[in-house]
């Protein structure tokens, strides 16, 4: 007898909501980067889990607004952040995203330049999209 394949579970995302995904997900890393903590609290939500490529297990908001402001603090300026090859698996009022990012940063002069895979969590509550955990890693 052969094996049964398992069903699709993943819905297609209506064009609108997909954009309103991408711009809530660059809000993040930009409010990130430049130390915006007003406006990672408005998508971030306090049970938030970050797992970041900087060798901590994982962090919380709060840990995570910290990190932001500490970079923020530093002397680091935000330049840019660009993804590609996004792929979007949509599970009711769950969204995944993954992609490949690359975000520019300076500090002293000096152009910083990351490029990773993210996998990122949003999650539909009270009729808005919330950004409820990532994974980042770096590829060079």
Known sequence: MAAQGAPRVAAPLPPAELKALEAIRKDVWVHWFTGDTAGLRRVL????IAISPDGT???????TLEGSIKF???GNRFISVTFEGTTVHRFEAVV??????AVVTERAGQRNRQRGRATEV???KDGRWVHTSWHLDVTS
């Open 57 to 63: 297990p994982w962090q919380t908001l709060e840990q």
């Open 72 to 74: 923020k603090a530093a």
């Open 122 to 124: 949003f999650v539909r």
């Open 45 to 48: 939500p306090p049970e938030l």
């Open 96 to 101: 995944v995203m993954f992609s490949s990012y």
